[in-house]
């Protein structure tokens, strides 16, 4: 049985589109994917991205956390989920150590999830500290999601699976790594477990909703008075 809704053909959802969609302050839907069934309905349900993630390695494969999974793995995967899109956005994530050695590495695995797996999209887990990484991606016409704040590739750093964002100071990287995401032209970033729930920016140089921005100067003008 299709779920493809009845009325207008649908348009595919593209690099250029989303930012279209963001202009006008539309909403951008996003969900996971694993496998050609999922998948399929997923994209039948006109969802905008699609994201093959690395938590397929516990949701799947049953490994006890992101670091195990393999290159190898996630292009299987994300072959499969390739099969069952037609309309979405594909996003894939990059798994750990497929982009932390060199930059010229990252950009050899990354292209191989657009040529082997038709993703559109990678996707890799850091804010600042990735930035320079982004452009070299970017450099080779693959686009790039970011992901900040609970990143699980990081989990033996943090000491677990731990909520992001519980202090000012949290917060203040939180904007920073946003903010660096943006100028390193990533097409999006995920936000995982941030307590605050502010998207994290620094001010109009990150083009967020008002009533984000708003919340974000509330935030702020805390840590201005905690200064004083």
């Known amino acids: 049985m299709s779920l493809t809704p009845i009325g207008e053909p649908r348009q595919k959802i593209t690099v250029a589109s989303l930012r279209e969609k963001k202009l006008r302050h539309e909403p951008i839907t996003c969900l996971t994917a694993y496998d050609y069934s999922s998948a399929r309905l997923v994209d039948e349900a006109v ?16 490994y006890e956390n992101t670091l195990s999974v393999t ?33 010229d590495e990252a950009v050899r695995n990354a292209a191989r999830f ?3 797996a038709g ?8 804010g600042e500290k990735r930035a320079d990484l982004i452009h070299h991606i970017i450099d080779a016409e693959i686009p790039v999601a970011g992901h900040i704040g609970l990143t699980p590739q990081s989990v033996n750093v943090m000491g677990g699976f731990k909520v992001q964002g519980k202090t000012l100071n949290a917060i203040e990287q939180l904007m920073r790594d946003a903010v660096a995401l943006d100028h390193a032209g990533a097409v999006q970033s995920f936000r995982a477990d941030v307590l605050s729930r502010q998207y994290p920016a620094d001010s109009e140089s990150y083009h967020l909703p008002k009533e984000t ?10 840590k201005r008075g905690m200064r004083r």
């Open 47 to 62: 969802i905008d991205i699609i994201l093959v993630g690395d938590s397929l390695a516990q949701t799947m494969l049953g």
């Open 71 to 103: 290159i190898d793995e996630m292009l299987h995967h994300t072959k499969a989920v390739r099969r069952g899109v037609k309309h979405a956005l594909l996003i894939a994530d990059m798994p750990y150590g497929s982009y932390h050695t060199t930059p």
């Open 114 to 116: 657009v040529k082997e």
């Open 119 to 126: 993703a559109e999209a990678v996707k890799i887990e850091g």
């Open 213 to 222: 921005r708003a919340a974000l100067e509330t935030v702020l003008e805390r």
